[in-house]
């Protein structure tokens, strides 16, 4: 079986949000990767690393896996690109947001 998705450690995922997106940093800094928890019909997946049960979550309103124990998230194929994209729009909402203060229109 092929693989389709990537293994991807959390300040890995941190460093690209922020090299996309650096006004996402707060002013003290990252401390960690905030993700919501998700339902899921389908048996959790175990991590490859430790094998523990991975957490359903949200990152970025995309639906990944993440291994709490070892810090990882599963991305399949696209995941990454849409948590990046989604990330992209937020600066690119905010910007105008204040671009649109500036000028006052």
Do not use: K
């Given at each position: 079986m092929k693989c389709k998705g990537a293994l991807i450690a959390v300040v890995d995922v941190v460093r690209e949000l922020v090299a996309v997106a650096p006004d996402l940093v707060p002013d003290e800094?990252?401390?960690?990767?905030?993700?919501?928890?998700?339902?899921?019909r389908t048996p959790l997946v175990a991590c490859a690393m430790?094998?523990?049960?991975?957490?359903?979550?949200?990152?970025?309103?995309?639906?990944?896996?993440?291994?709490?124990?070892?810090?990882?998230?599963?991305?399949?194929?696209?995941?990454?690109?849409?948590?990046?994209a989604a990330?992209?729009?937020q600066r690119d909402e905010r910007q105008a947001s204040w671009l649109s203060r500036l000028l006052g229109v």
């Open positions: 800094g990252v401390g960690g990767l905030p993700t919501l928890g998700r339902r899921s430790c094998g523990a049960p991975m957490e359903p979550v949200f990152l970025g309103g995309v639906p990944v896996d993440r291994c709490y124990h070892d810090d990882l998230i599963w991305f399949d194929r696209g995941e990454l690109q849409q948590v990046l990330a992209r729009e």
